[in-house]
């Protein structure tokens, strides 16, 4: 099936504004996320823009000027994103959107900057997701910063999990940071002796306190906990040394040392004391699993704001480029077009546009899910409490019901008489979002700054003799480096594809994208030239490989699809992240469709807004869709034996004499041999016969539509880049360079 | 309570200066291209206005200020989100349209009847405060109609300073020509005072007082009055940017010294 390119265009007039962006991002109705975005901004913009402008960038060391944007991000807020409203922040119930937003708009100017906002709700998160309600409250609002006239300087934290592994860096999933007892007296609360080297912490520098991760070393303590270290507790609090790193250097990093006696009340989330065992409430692994679960996708979004920061100055330095050349009067189209005139500097710059709208609807849409996930994970605890239901397996086990219901819903119709039962359920929702959830937030970290990064790598290849030096404009080449590092750290990409491979397979999560896959068809019948089409034939072909993966074997009879076998499912995982991006990019552009043309924001222009970026979702639904069918088509062949030029192998052959007989009988059949062996027993100049398709054939059938598919998708391209080469930019920058 | 001010500053919103704005003629008269979709600001010297208005405020226990402004509410709404997280006030939006091309008289009658409607206002303590100038094609005149329109003739432009003493009456700085000061002492309120830009900086936004803003701010741009204005017969035979010029030279190894002199030679020859 093709996709219909739409005829009769309607150019963009400007850059995307933020009343379009708040529709697309759903945050329209929120004033307290604009106001965020608008203070972010201008911290980013103005301050932060300046730091890197002066060079701030070029020293490891922790400088007073790198204090000095601490101190912006408090005055305008930044810090306060993280608490409620009671303890000393401004917006209240879940905050995944406001801090991604928040780190969308510091990540413009510079990822180091959005790090260090977000390293110090790093270390809150223990004791916002486990800790106890006075340990929330006494940190959360010692950490929130201070208002006109309150004279107190904000507690400002890190978290400290990783440490240091003799020659080879750091291993997050072994603790040698220990912790004992070391005193208790009868009737009294115990101490603990906390010690631990931490590597990579960012924050350190400055950090008042720290969440540490720890493992007991003494019988009186089960398992593993996190501890909250403060600067005055009685014993070591050495910040160490700064980290040199290559990138964020915005952000302190360093490796330091801690031995401290600390109250035992310090355990994240409390503790229970069993038979004279200090049993504390949560262990070191529930907590971080907790944390990283969301903060993950913040991550994503910095990446996702360096792609689209960099297209306003690649068009500007395009269209500039030869300006105040002999061979450039003013009014040519060389004087008004420069590079522009060039169709392949337009089309490599709507590729990098492209990515950076996708990887920024996926983000959102992880962040976004987030916020409706928190409440009714409160609510399916408190189900589940009413009803004697505890956490861990017996949870699992109680859940399973719902994730069949949950499955049912996916593959009902709305008119069934059920539907509307299922759909008002919290338990079926809590198991259709948590599964989601489990794919989206390590799709997001994964895609996002591991594409993302090559992808930025491209927008520095179009600044010409700028690229790669440092007043390149929008401090480009900069952005480049740090989004190396921000797929690297806070989970490398292989930790998150191995999440992936797990959580991609769930009955619940297939069931969903079985009826996204649908739905991708259903918007392509009304919306032609968003690609949507395009996208349903790519997700069909994934989960046609999944399922065949899943049963198939290799050519030496070992199981394909398997958790070592991380050939295979790594790049199913790859693959999967193009299709959620694009999915995710198509359906902001219909928000924006449809609510943009009630909003007098918006509605002058939306036309031709809306049709750049529909434009722009099919180019990226036709590289999602060669993508995934490249991948597929590797798994799916790559793992049988091509076959030989051996006996087992010429027995498909025909021989010359063997086809000329033949012939005779059934004229034409020549054209169809593939492999005929001369008399002498000589064969083509290949690697053997040309292997079959046995049980592939369907395969072939999907691949063939695939192709298909991507009809349209050069024209969408081609339309892209007119746009392009004539939409509306400001005069300058609006942030030094 | 005894100087508390009733301070309403009147300030239009204006495409932000760092964006291309380039005149074009429509059906309505002229227009900057692509106008309704560029990002708006706060018109500079109105912004001045604002925060001066602010800072007299907080002085002064009791006191409160208005903002009114003139234009498309969602305009308004986005422009919003940056203004109000910088000083406390109670927005007046009236829907209207955008521009700098409208009719200064038309404008200041609409403007100074929502002025003359707002509920619990104390004319004899009033200090309408306005921009001097204006980034869009400012007609020069809008705020000196508003006070017209409200009986209020003591009025000051290109207001730099104001102290307020304790009796009410207050001292006024007025640029003048030669980088000079007009000090002039008034009586006391009502008075007009057209901004130049003050001696404040810009505020940093603190979303805290964007919260408590909004309180007021949202539910006032869903009543906002919508106003039409009347052309009076105004129209336009060209409009065009002034002309941008530029002569660059290269020169290396002069003094700062050697520099300033002729650039004062070069002014001075102009």
Request: overall charge negative; some cysteine; glycine content about 10%.
């Amino acid at each position: 099936m093709s996709t219909t390119a739409l005829s009769g265009t309607t150019n963009m007039l400007t850059l995307p504004t933020d009343a379009v962006r708040q529709i697309q991002w759903r945050f329209a109705d929120r004033f307290d996320l604009q106001m965020l975005v608008q203070s972010a901004r201008g911290v980013a913009r103005g301050t932060v823009a300046r730091m890197v402008a002066a060079g701030e960038r070029n020293t490891h060391e922790w400088t007073p000027a790198k204090n000095e944007m601490m101190e912006a991000f408090d005055r305008a807020g930044i810090t306060a994103i993280f608490m409620e409203p009671e303890e000393g922040g401004f917006i209240a119930g879940p905050k995944n959107l406001a801090l991604s937003l928040a780190a969308f708009e510091l990540a413009w100017v510079d990822g180091g900057a959005a790090t260090a906002s977000l390293a110090g709700f790093l270390a809150l998160s223990p004791i916002h997701e486990r800790g106890t309600a006075e340990q929330a409250q006494h940190y959360m609002s010692l950490a929130a910063p201070p208002q006109p006239g309150d004279d107190r300087k904000p507690l400002r934290g890190a978290f400290a999990l990783t440490e240091p592994i003799p020659y080879v860096g750091v291993d997050t999933g072994m603790l040698s940071g220990k912790v004992r007892v070391a005193e208790w007296k009868d009737g009294e609360e115990p101490w603990l002796q906390v010690d631990k080297r931490g590597r990579f912490i960012t924050n350190i520098a400055f950090a008042n306190f720290v969440t540490a991760a720890v493992n007991s070393d003494d019988p009186r303590i089960k398992g593993s906990c996190v501890v909250i270290l403060e600067e005055t507790d009685e014993g070591i609090f050495d910040h160490g040394t700064p980290t040199k790193k290559l990138v964020h250097q915005l952000s302190s990093t360093g490796d330091p040392i801690f031995n401290l006696k600390v109250p035992a009340s310090r355990i994240v989330g409390g503790y229970t004391v069993k038979d004279g065992v200090i049993v504390p409430n949560y262990s070191h692994g529930e907590i971080i699993e907790a944390v990283f679960r969301r903060t993950r996708v913040t991550v994503g979004l910095m990446t996702a704001a360096k792609l689209l920061s960099a297209v306003e100055p690649v068009i500007r330095y395009q269209r500039g480029r030869f300006r105040g050349a002999e061979g450039a009067k003013p009014g040519t189209v060389r004087y008004q077009q420069g590079i522009q005139q060039r169709e392949d500097a337009l089309h490599r710059l709507v590729d990098v546009w492209a990515c950076g709208e996708a990887a920024t609807s996926l983000g959102f849409a992880a962040a976004r899910l987030f916020d409706s996930l928190d409440p009714l994970e409160k609510q399916k605890t408190a189900i589940l409490k009413e009803r004697g239901v505890g956490g861990g397996r017996a949870e699992l086990k109680a859940l399973r019901e719902s994730e069949i219901r949950a499955i049912a819903l996916m593959a009902m119709s709305p008119s069934d008489k059920y539907h509307t039962e299922l759909e008002a359920d919290p338990l079926v929702d809590y198991v259709l979002k948590d599964a989601e959830a489990n794919v989206l937030c390590p799709a997001t970290k994964l895609w996002n700054t591991g594409h993302g990064a090559n992808m930025m790598r491209e927008a520095v290849s179009l600044m010409g003799g700028y690229g790669i030096t440092e007043d390149c404009p929008g401090f480009l080449a900069a952005k480049w480096m740090d989004a190396q590092l921000e797929a690297t750290y806070e989970g490398p990409e292989a930790v998150q594809r191995r999440q992936l491979t797990v959580t991609m397979t769930s009955d619940v999560f297939l069931a969903q994208f079985r009826a996204w896959t649908a739905e991708m068809r259903r918007i392509a019948s009304t919306k032609p030239g968003t690609g949507a089409c395009t996208l349903a034939s790519a997700m069909q072909m994934w989960l046609w490989t999944l399922n065949y993966l899943q049963m198939a074997t290799d050519a030496d009879g070992n199981k394909l699809y398997h958790g070592q076998r991380q050939g295979v499912t790594f790049p199913m995982a790859d693959a999967l992240c193009w299709l959620l991006a694009s999915r995710c990019q198509i359906l902001d552009v219909l928000e924006l469709e449809e609510r943009g043309a009630d909003d007098p924001g918006t509605a002058e222009g939306l036309p031709g807004t809306v049709q750049f970026l529909s434009d722009l979702c099919h180019v990226q639904a036709a590289q999602a869709a060669g993508e995934v069918g490249r991948i597929c088509a590797e798994l799916v062949f790559g793992y049988n034996r091509h076959p030989a030029w051996d006996d087992a192998g010429c027995k498909s052959c025909f021989s010359a004499h063997e086809l000329d007989e033949l012939e005779e009988t059934m004229p034409g059949i020549s054209a169809f041999a593939l492999d005929v062996l001369a008399e002498d027993g000589s064969h083509p100049l290949k690697a053997g016969p040309c292997a079959g398709c046995n049980g592939s054939s369907e395969f072939l059938l999907l691949q063939n539509k695939l192709s298909r598919c991507l009809s349209g998708s050069r024209l969408a391209k081609d339309r892209a880049a007119d746009t392009v080469s004539t939409v509306m930019i400001p005069e300058a920058l609006d942030y030094p360079q | 309570m005894a100087n508390a001010l009733q301070i309403v500053v009147c300030a239009g919103i204006v495409p932000d200066p760092l964006q291309t704005l380039e005149p074009i003629t429509g059906a309505s008269g002229p227009g900057l291209k692509n106008e309704m979709v560029l990002p708006a600001v706060l018109d500079p010297w109105a912004a001045s206005a604002l925060y001066e208005a602010a800072n007299l405020a907080a002085k002064n226990p009791g006191s409160k200020v208005w903002l009114v402004s003139l234009g498309p509410k969602a305009k308004l709404q986005q422009v919003m989100m940056t203004v109000a997280q910088k000083v406390s006030f109670e927005l007046v939006p009236v829907d209207g349209p955008i521009g700098g091309f409208t009719d200064a008289h038309a404008t200041a009658a609409v403007l100074a009847e929502t002025i003359a409607a707002l509920p619990g206002l104390d004319h004899t303590r009033l200090l309408l405060f306005g921009g001097w100038e204006s980034a869009t094609r400012g007609a020069g005149v809008t705020l000196q109609l508003i006070g017209e329109r409200l009986g209020i003739t003591d009025q000051f432009q290109g207001v730099d300073q104001i102290d307020l003493r304790d009796d009410g009456s207050f001292e006024v700085l007025e640029r003048v020509e030669g980088g000079k000061h007009q000090a002039s002492v008034c009586v006391g309120a009502p008075a007009v005072l057209g901004w130049a830009t003050g001696n404040l900086p810009e505020p940093r936004n603190n979303p805290q007082i964007g919260m408590a803003n909004m309180r007021t701010i949202m539910p006032a741009l869903q009543k906002a009055r919508p106003a039409t204005l009347a052309a009076n017969g105004l129209r336009y035979t060209s409009v065009s940017l002034p002309k941008q010029q530029r002569d660059t030279r290269v020169v290396k190894d002069k003094t700062p010294d050697e520099i300033a002199s002729e650039l004062v030679e070069w002014i001075g020859a102009k």
